[in-house]
């Protein structure tokens, strides 16, 4: 497919402003001449109906939820209500400035407070900001309030290492780096879990705190979180949870009761607004009382007496900010409205449905595939390509071969922990005929794999274009399009 | 409302094949001590008529750009969006996709990122521009990290004209470490007797030693004003092996020069300007620009030409290597989802729109700026900054609050709060008769007895 600049036709797009009426006279023009620009811009010219085309074009070449299951292992992806995408739309919130005075916004705020108290709840923390713009970023705004905290008891300059598990998702270890922290590994046991053993030896004085996932992202709760929180507090260090895979326990089970200090929750995921192919998401935070005036700055607060909601920018102790404005109050807006939709009673069933669906899709799959950890999972689950290896299938081969029968593959080689993974995550959006057809597809790769391996690992065949080469990609980088 | 299509006796069957009787007995597993803390409201999910009445009447309780014209800037901008970028943007395969990890059934997505990335280079002038960051704020402060580590230097050079919470947030990540700031002050204009608005030069210059390792220049700077930029970047080179990193607002660019042809290392900003609804501060998106010989420094995802086995040109994220999901905490920058969609908005606008269409819209933001200032001066009022502007400018009143209450009981959304100022913005959305309202309202509000000098409103 062309590229919007091989398209050009020059004095083709006829979009124009209506002028302003404004005498000349009246408004010299005051840019000085050195500040001018000289270069061309660059913009293609495109009609209207061409241009939408273009992007018409775009999006049948892209994949969504909308178009079918997506069991992406711990990225959640479930299907979006589109009354959510419709409130995000409204005049009242879409455009609106954050600038405005307080009382000319005060549904948004009101919203924003909402949204924290519910969030709070639903986690068991004390008090929650909603400026973090995705997950890594919660994790970046969460690290940092544990830092700010160590430094206001005098501990920081001790405390420099900050505890990750080995089957973390890579933003744990790359956000306590950016930090500015040391990543000690916490080795995972045979069991899936975390080697209470191994962290005992990695504690000590210099550790600043444990990140970790809980259920873990082999799929498995993590039983010995009341272990783990006592140990980790024991040594002087806090407990940050990765809210990556709260849809397997929201209603159900809090990080808060679990021991947590902090925590984010990636309302992309769990509370069901859509990935936009890549973001904007939102990384909500949750602290206990003790941490809550480290929160960035500013922090919503309501007058219960005059039912006015405020902004306090006073905050002496904050770590600052890490965003501008407020977050992704758009996303936030379609959270909401997701929590009014269920409530909490309904995101209960949320989790338990998410999780039965990951134990039913397994039991289904374990009949022809390696199963690492059989145990009841929580709400996805990893298996390999152990049985089809024989016949030089490789877990890549079977995820591009899915996609021939309509289906994202699941999310593959990761964790870390598990040779050739493949992390299935059907959500709780899925219904049981989809699971049962999702499996139907990976048995009948599972008999390609033994009678045919070749259509495996030649796949996939119904997609517009092959298998990219990526090597080449990346050692002659072509990153923009230059007119030859 | 409940979006789990299972029925009961289908889930009873699927337990059934789990040897299971309940949907509790799939989180025996979690301790009962755990579970039995989890004690919430149970209030019930509501309709969706239920839930659009609620949330119709939250969002009638602000004011939107609908309701009033909005003067407010400062970094987020009342633009005109084709409705045609509005309309396709909502197109659920773009919206409900996630991260492009499997290019065979993402080109859509990749090849919209990557012609993104190549407007970004094109109105930046810069050789590299990455898939998006989360807003101009924390693309300004990755940078900070990338020049503390390209140059190997702690100090950054932070103007106080910079946007004070882009500031704000280059000063939290400060937290980790990797840099620390020094502020570099406003100059005052000998002439006027006002000040300029603009990095003091002396000043800058006095700061720049052998510790620096980023100059940072917002352009055009949070008081609207044109920063001397060819002068700066002359004396870091001449003194320093400091990086410059640009600030920019990229709408600017249809008329300013850019930072590519200023010669700057970086250039950050955000790009709500172009295409992405106010939506009260976000999402909307921070981009990054870079010469060539920082390509491998660039953090966050990046999409680049191949070709697959067929021989077809094609488009999948590459150089992965730098990035947290393969390196862990060796990765230049923790960042995983980015602002995807909003930077698809911006290729959507910026291709509506043309480049005839962006430069008529920064040609009468800009007409209508000047027409603004032109009419405050005659009404009687000082303007703050001496600098020539782009589309915003300061205008010196003693209680900013109390004058944009006034504002806004005349139905306008008045200005940015500074001590002593309001900063009003000037977008090709606004009218010459909006412009003259505000004026009115303003000149009602400062000189309310007709007889009054027109010159007394001048403190700070």
Request: include cysteine; aromatic fraction near 8%; glycine fraction near 8%.
């Amino acid at each position: 497919m062309k590229l919007l600049f091989e398209k050009e036709v020059k004095g083709s797009n006829r979009f124009r402003f209506p002028e302003p009426e404004v005498s000349a006279d009246a408004a010299p023009e005051m840019i000085p001449a050195e500040h001018l620009r000289t270069a061309d811009l660059g913009i293609p010219e495109l009609s209207e109906v061409e241009a939408v085309r273009h992007f018409t074009a775009l999006s049948k070449r892209a994949f969504g939820v909308d178009d079918g299951p997506y069991p992406l292992g711990s990225c959640t992806m479930k299907y979006t209500p589109k009354i959510c995408e419709a409130a995000a739309l409204l005049p009242g919130f879409a455009d609106i400035h954050p600038y405005q005075s307080p009382w000319t916004v005060q549904g948004a705020l009101k919203l924003l407070y909402e949204l924290q108290r519910d969030l709070a709840q639903l986690t068991g923390m004390d008090a929650f900001t909603l400026q973090p713009a995705a997950g890594a970023h919660g994790e970046l705004c969460g690290m940092m309030i544990v830092r700010a905290y160590h430094k206001s008891t005098g501990a920081d300059a001790q405390r420099n290492v900050v505890l990750v598990p080995d089957s973390a998702h890579g933003t744990n270890p790359a956000t306590a780096a950016a930090v500015g922290y040391q990543v000690r590994e916490v080795k995972s046991g045979p069991d899936g879990l975390v080697d209470l053993e191994d962290l005992k030896s990695k504690l000590g004085g210099d550790v600043a705190g444990l990140m970790l996932t809980n259920p873990n992202t082999v799929g498995l709760f993590e039983k010995n979180i009341e272990e783990i929180s006592r140990l980790v507090h024991e040594a002087g260090g806090l407990l940050y949870y990765d809210g990556a895979n709260l849809n397997a326990i929201v209603g159900v089970a809090r990080p808060g009761d679990m021991g947590f200090d902090v925590c984010h929750v990636n309302l992309h995921k769990t509370f069901a607004t859509p990935h936009g192919g890549g973001g904007p998401g939102a990384g909500g935070v949750g602290v206990k009382d003790f941490l809550a005036p480290f929160l960035p700055k500013p922090v919503i607060e309501w007058n219960e007496e005059e039912d006015v909601y405020t902004l306090n920018r006073d905050l002496p102790e904050s770590i600052g900010k890490i965003k501008t404005f407020y977050g992704n109050f758009g996303v936030c807006v379609k959270a909401y409205a997701y929590i009014r939709l269920n409530g909490f009673a309904g995101l209960r069933a949320v989790a338990q449905h998410a999780v039965l669906n990951a134990n039913y899709l397994k039991k289904r799959l374990s009949a022809r595939y390696e199963i690492p950890f059989d145990v009841i999972c929580k709400h996805e689950f990893v298996a390999t390509n152990a049985r089809q290896a024989k016949n030089g299938v490789r877990t890549l081969d079977i995820a591009k071969r899915l996609i021939d029968f309509g289906y994202h593959p699941p999310t593959i080689y990761f964790p870390l922990i598990v040779n050739e993974a493949m992390m299935f995550e059907p959500t709780e959006t899925e219904s049981k005929e989809r699971l049962d057809e999702i499996a139907a597809a990976m048995n009948t790769i599972a008999d390609e794999a033994e009678t045919d391996p070749g259509k495996v690992k030649g796949a996939p065949y119904t997609t517009v274009i092959g298998r990219v080469d990526e090597t080449r990609a990346a050692r002659h980088p072509v990153l923009k399009y230059v007119s030859e | 409302m409940q979006y789990t299509p299972n029925t009961e006796s289908q889930a009873a069957e699927m337990l059934a094949e789990l040897g299971l009787s309940s949907l509790g007995d799939l989180f025996t597993d979690i301790p009962e001590s755990i579970r039995r803390k989890c004690v919430l409201d149970e209030t019930p999910g509501e309709t969706e008529p239920s839930v659009r009445a609620r949330l119709e009447q939250l969002a009638q309780d602000n004011w939107s750009a609908g309701d009033a014209p909005v003067f407010l800037g400062a970094g987020c901008y009342d633009h005109y969006i084709p409705a045609a970028a509005d309309y396709l943007l909502q197109r659920s395969e773009f919206a409900t996709s996630y991260t492009p990890y499997q290019p065979e059934i993402s080109q859509g997505i990749l090849q919209g990122i990557f012609e993104y990335q190549t407007l970004i280079c094109r109105l930046t002038g810069m050789a590299v521009a990455n898939a998006s960051l989360y807003c101009g704020g924390s693309a300004l402060s990755s940078a900070c990290r990338i020049a503390a580590e390209t140059v190997k230097k702690r100090k950054i050079l932070l103007p106080a004209s910079l946007h004070p919470e882009y500031a704000e947030i280059v000063k939290s990540a400060g937290i980790a470490g990797f840099y620390e700031t020094v502020e570099v002050p406003v100059a005052e204009s000998a002439s006027a007797g006002s000040p300029s608005g603009v990095i003091d030069l002396a000043a800058f210059e006095s700061l720049l030693d052998s510790d620096v390792a980023a100059a940072l220049i917002p352009y055009p700077n949070f008081y609207g004003a044109l920063e001397p930029v060819g002068e700066l970047v002359r004396l870091v080179r001449a003194k320093t092996n400091a990086l410059v990193v640009m600030s920019v607002d990229p709408f600017s660019l249809a008329m300013l020069k850019s930072p590519g042809e200023w010669g700057a290392d970086i250039a950050v900003g955000d790009a709500q300007s172009l295409g992405n609804r106010m939506s009260f501060g976000g999402p909307h998106l921070g981009f990054m620009a870079v010469t060539e010989k920082l390509l491998r420094k660039i953090p966050g995802r990046l999409v680049g030409q191949s070709v697959d086995d067929r021989g077809n040109r094609c488009f999948v994220l590459t150089l992965q290597a730098r990035e947290q999901h393969i390196r862990r905490e060796k990765a230049n920058s923790n960042i995983c989802s980015n602002q995807a969609l909003c930077a698809l908005a911006t290729a959507m606008y910026l291709t509506f729109i043309g480049p005839a269409g962006l430069k008529q819209a920064a040609a009468i933001s800009h007409k209508l700026t000047c027409y603004a200032q032109e009419k405050f001066r005659r009404a009687g009022f000082k303007i703050r900054y001496t600098a020539p502007v782009f589309q915003e400018f300061a205008v010196c009143v003693d209680n900013p609050a109390e004058a944009n209450e006034f504002l806004l009981e005349n139905g306008i959304i008045g200005g940015y709060e500074l001590p002593g100022a309001l900063l009003f913005a000037f977008t090709e959305k606004r009218t010459a008769e909006e412009v003259d309202e505000l004026v009115e309202a303003m000149s009602k509000y400062a000189f309310p007895a007709e007889k009054e000098s027109a010159e007394g409103e001048e403190q700070e």
